[in-house]
């Protein structure tokens, strides 16, 4: 099982440098200045949340300012914590079924909940569980 607060954190670090650079960003452009993969930005994103740090404008453009997700990503965050608490080691499509979240959602939920490590990943099988 591999932590994933280092690996997820320099992510953030990458997103939060950006934008603190080059002011408030799409999606897509913080997508192409960072080289990050959609799913390492949303928990990028989850983490950035967690720790106050970064502000949704609208659907895809952020700015770092102190954030409006908490409700979403913590509350998704809540429910992913839920399965894996019950269910122990699963994959996204497995959390998507049972939180009936989708996965950008469940990929910032993960990230704030490695932001708190509470979450270890198991690579090779593309499996979440909680950290006991």
Same mark, same amino acid.
């Given at each position: ?7 997820? +954190?320099?992510?953030? +670090?990458?997103? @939060?440098?950006? $934008?603190?650079?080059? *002011? ?17 930005? /949303?928990?990028?994103? +989850? @983490? ?13 453009? /952020?700015? $770092? ?8 990503? *913590?509350?998704?965050? +809540?429910?992913? @914590?839920?399965? $894996?608490?019950? @269910? *122990? ?6 959390i998507?079924k ?12 993960? *990230?704030?909940l490695?932001?708190?490590n509470?979450? /270890? ?12």
């Amino acid at each position: 099982m591999k932590d994933l607060a280092s690996e997820f +954190g320099e992510k953030a +670090g990458k997103i @939060w440098t950006t $934008l603190n650079k080059k *002011g408030p960003l799409s999606k897509r452009r913080i997508l192409e200045i960072t080289k990050l993969k959609e799913n390492e930005f /949303y928990t990028a994103v +989850g @983490w950035l949340a967690r720790e106050n740090k970064i502000f949704r404008k609208s659907e895809n453009f /952020y700015k $770092l300012d102190n954030t409006n997700l908490t409700p979403v990503v *913590g509350a998704n965050a +809540g429910k992913v @914590w839920n399965v $894996l608490n019950v @269910w *122990g080691e699963v994959d996204v499509p497995t959390i998507k079924k049972l939180a009936e979240i989708d996965e950008k959602e469940i990929y910032s939920a993960v *990230g704030w909940l490695a932001r708190e490590n509470k979450i /270890y990943a198991d690579e090779k099988l593309a499996k979440y569980s909680l950290k006991r």
